[in-house]
Nanobody, 122 residues
Framework: QVQLVESGGGLVQTGGSLRLSCAGSGRTFSNYCMGWFRQAPGKEREFLAAISWTGGSINYASSAKGRFTISRDNAKNTVYLQMNSLRPEDTAVYYC???????????????WGQGTQVTVSS
């Protein structure tokens, strides 16, 4: 069992940056691949990035590539999403998730956090 808690969301102006954190509980956290997703009102959940348990394999969605960076610190049981050059269309609830493979499909993930709101003002 893995419990995930996101933090770091908030209100930022266009062009600004935020770093989201996802803290995992349980000693098996380092065994899981981790992903970041987001969901805007009225839209489906969207994959952003995923990282393997070693950090050696990373996958980005086209919407995230070049602006977002995923990383993890297994000693701290934490995965991060650094977001730069934010735009109003990045406004959404951001979720982290834990699964067994580096995947872009939400159904591949077994555990989810409660989400953190990111709002980008124009």
């Amino acid at each position: 069992q893995v419990q995930l808690v996101e933090s770091g969301g908030g209100l930022v102006q266009t062009g600004g940056s935020l770093r989201l954190s996802c803290a995992g509980s349980g000693r098996t956290f380092s065994n899981y691949c981790m992903g970041w997703f987001r969901q805007a009102p009225g839209k489906e959940r969207e994959f952003l990035a995923a990282i393997s348990w070693t950090g050696g394999s990373i996958n980005y969605a086209s919407s995230a590539k070049g602006r977002f960076t995923i990383s993890r610190d297994n000693a701290k049981n934490t995965v991060y999403l650094q977001m730069n050059s934010l735009r109003p269309e990045d406004t959404a609830v951001y979720y982290c998730a834990a699964g067994r493979v580096v995947a872009a499909l939400a159904r591949e993930y077994d555990y989810w956090g409660q989400g953190t709101q990111v709002t980008v003002s124009s």
